[in-house]
């Protein structure tokens, strides 16, 4: 099992830029998730799913757009990267949410820099 | 809002002592509580998790404690190595939440 893949590992954007942040997972997880990490801030929840087609807001929704077409794949979409964006963005999976207290394993990142 | 408190400062250990850090909560109680590890540059790794109904877990040398009165939970490391050197968070699980809550982490640092 790969686990949790991320793709890139670095980013370069302009302020304005759109891209699309990578998430997979092998392990047939239903719960998946974003956080973006920042110095002095911990791990902040950005957007999750609990199952393929379902999403919800996290903590810090804004100016990020998720999809879940398929179990394995949780993309995260910056659509207009500000300064303020400017972090690592790990990606995480569970087998189930809320009270089952699955352990989540987390991808290894993508280092995020808008200038 | 609730909130999650690790200590900010690192903490600085002889090697072959034990490491004892604090995550301390308020308002409500959670319905678990996990730990994890994060070395530099990567993602964290799951240590151990506590329910509200369980007052201690342990896992080889890694001890947890969770008091609900206190509204704390405590994480150990035993005989601590060098190898132990990295942050340490704790993760909170509110009943009627699907959304895992993290505190700053806090970081070890073991001395040879």
């Known amino acids: 099992n790969a686990g949790v893949t991320q793709t890139p590992k670095f980013q370069v954007l302009k302020t304005g830029q759109s891209m699309t942040l990578q998430c997979a997972q092998d392990?047939?997880?239903?719960?998946m998730s974003w956080y973006r990490q920042d110095p002095g801030m911990g791990l902040r929840l950005i957007h999750y799913?609990?199952?393929?087609?379902?999403?919800d807001q996290g903590e810090v929704p804004n100016g990020y757009n998720v999809s879940r077409s398929t179990t394995e794949d949780f993309p995260l979409r910056l659509l207009s990267a500000a300064p303020s964006q400017t972090s690592v963005y790990f990606c995480?999976?569970?087998?189930?949410?809320?009270?089952?207290?699955?352990?989540?394993?987390f991808g290894p990142g993508t280092r995020l820099t808008v200038t | 809002s609730q909130k999650i408190e690790q200590n900010s400062e690192a903490l600085n250990i002889q090697e072959g002592k034990t490491a004892t850090l604090t995550c301390n909560y308020t308002n409500y109680s959670p319905a678990y509580l996990q730990w994890y590890r994060q070395d530099p540059g990567r993602g964290p790794v799951f240590l151990l998790l506590?329910?509200?109904?369980?007052k201690e877990k342990r896992k080889e040398r890694l001890k947890v404690t969770f008091d609900t009165t206190l509204k704390q939970s405590l994480f150990h490391i035993t005989a601590s190595q060098p190898a132990d050197s990295a942050t340490y968070l704790c993760a909170l699980l509110f009943y009627g939440n699907n959304r895992l809550a993290f505190g700053k982490g806090n970081q070890v640092v073991v001395i040879p």
């Open positions: 799913s609990v199952g393929a087609g379902i999403t």
């Open positions: 392990m047939n997880h239903e719960y």
């Open positions: 506590i329910r509200e109904n369980e």
């Open positions: 995480a999976s569970s087998r189930a949410a809320g009270l089952a207290g699955d352990e989540q394993y």
